[in-house]
């Protein structure tokens, strides 16, 4: 049996425990290398959505109440299916979502992780006992939230929805799942057929691929009582008002325009190396990309000569067909997005030191050098190929730089003296620190997440965020007989 049988899902969202049509329509599902068309997914609409919340809830008392030594069982049997159908799911990442082979193996050792992780979280102590003045035993008990909404991006979608959904299901809540339509396949039919074949029971996840409507519904339905929301931080800003207006709590991830540092005690070779990866890994399509480079000014000339360079010897092609470094931009309206902003930084004084073409949806690995801090490159998330090269002259200057973005999600900072690394980082707010490498990395067992405009905090990874996240504290005393009160 084929595990992604397009017989099982095709035209189909997964609702209530089975795979059933959509009333939103359907989509097709496209190559962005090709154009060519794999399939078409089932397109939920508003009324799906409502129907889901209320399923999910009732399904979810029932999943809440099984014993955590059978919940853990269904993550551990979804983390061995990552690799029993690795080959499947790595063809669809490269094809539907542009991803490199590297890409697509990474995001499925990412999901195996998250669930072996989540696999952990069932067995761990719920509670603590509290102090009481009153002759009772007082406890503070974590018990799950109930119905949790994931709405995940095209970026990334294996890892940015199963690390919500993951820890959310062995923590005993029902999930809703809301992928991004673009890949409604990698990242939202792979994960309903990873835990139906796992075991979990009807309707304790379901997967609806919609528009905003499908969104809304999910973050103002009384049953869903916590949303994890990663996007961008314009969507993020609507997600979080609107969850605030219905008294939800909010798990967002948002945009990043991280920044590396390069200070003036760095090798050269070595910098160049991190700052490449991390500009350039998915075609910058990740929120923790190298968004800038900060270089102090004695090495300025040399880091963008090499990074220049390297960016000039990556290739750039259909994953699928090809050995290439970078893949397609998702569509034609974000290449359209990186193009205006390198075109517009250009004009504003930079200088294009490689790249900066594109052919269909294949952008080059762009280097600008000698632009203005001011500079829209500099200014804005690209979401793109891109590394803009700014030059400083000294610590106040790097922090100044580093701080004048509104995002706040990682930061790398190359040196050789590491206890000045972390100093300099102490000054630059961000939720992710990396000395001596660059901003893009990720790991189950580690929190993740930005500040400022780029999120909550550390909503995500490692066991005390995850129970932060998905459940609530509830105060139970115990005492016998009842006490006696003055009327």
Not at 165 to 180: E, Q, R, T
Not at 251 to 271: F, P, Q, T, W
Request: glycine share 10%.
């Amino acid at each position: 049996m084929v595990f992604l049988d397009s017989s099982t899902w095709t035209d189909r969202i997964f609702a209530g425990g089975s795979w059933v049509p959509g009333t939103g329509g359907t989509r097709e599902v496209a190559e962005p290398a090709t154009g060519a068309v794999l399939g078409s997914i089932g397109i939920a609409s508003a009324e799906d959505a409502a129907k889901a919340a209320e399923t999910a809830a009732e399904a979810q008392r029932a999943w809440a109440a099984t014993p955590h030594v059978q919940r853990a069982a269904v993550l551990r049997k979804a983390a061995r299916l990552w690799s029993e159908y690795a080959d499947e799911i790595r063809w669809w990442n490269v094809r539907e979502v542009g991803a490199v082979p590297g890409v697509a193996g990474f995001s499925l050792h990412v999901a195996e992780q998250e669930c072996y992780e989540a696999a952990a979280l069932p067995g761990r102590p719920y509670g603590e006992l509290l102090p009481s003045e009153e002759p009772r035993l007082s406890m503070a008990r974590r018990v799950p939230a109930g119905v949790v909404a994931v709405i995940s991006p095209f970026n990334m979608p294996i890892i940015l929805g199963i690390r919500s959904v993951a820890p959310a299901l062995a923590l005993g809540n029902a999930v809703i799942l809301k992928p991004d339509p673009r890949t409604a396949v990698t990242g939202g039919v792979v994960l309903a057929r990873i835990f139906e074949e796992a075991g979990l029971p009807p309707g304790v996840l379901q997967m609806l691929p919609g528009g905003a409507d499908v969104g809304e519904t999910l973050v103002t339905h009384p049953a869903v009582r916590v949303i994890s929301f990663t996007g961008s931080t314009g969507a993020g800003r609507k997600v979080g008002e609107l969850a605030g207006k219905h008294l939800k709590r909010a798990h967002l991830e948002l945009g990043g325009n991280s920044a590396l540092i390069v200070l003036d005690d760095a090798d050269v070779d070595e910098a160049a190396g991190v700052a490449a990866f991390g500009s350039f890994f998915h075609q910058g399509q990740i929120c923790m990309t190298t968004g800038r480079h900060l270089v102090h000014e004695r090495l300025y000339d040399d880091f963008v000569e090499r990074l220049a360079a390297k960016a000039a010897a990556l290739r750039v092609g259909d994953p699928a067909r090809d050995e290439v470094a970078l893949g397609p931009i998702i569509d034609a309206g974000q290449r359209d997005k990186i193009h205006e902003l390198v075109t517009a930084s250009v004009s504003a004084g930079a200088r294009v030191a490689a790249g900066a073409e594109y052919d269909r949806l294949f952008y080059s690995a762009t280097v600008l050098a000698d632009v203005p801090p001011t500079a829209p490159a500099v200014a804005e998330e690209i979401f793109g190929p891109v590394a803009p090269v700014v030059r400083f002259s000294d610590a106040e200057e790097a922090v100044r730089l580093a701080t004048a973005s509104e995002y706040g999600l990682s930061l790398g900072i190359v040196t050789r003296d590491v206890l000045k690394g972390l100093e300099l980082a102490d000054r630059v707010p961000t939720g992710i620190v990396h000395i001596n490498d660059q901003t893009v990395s990720d790991e189950a067992n580690s929190p993740f997440g930005g500040v400022a405009a780029s999120g909550t905090g550390s909503r995500f990874g490692g066991a005390a965020a995850n129970i932060e996240a998905f459940t609530e504290t509830r105060w139970v005393t115990v005492r016998n007989p009842p006490p006696t009160y003055p009327f």
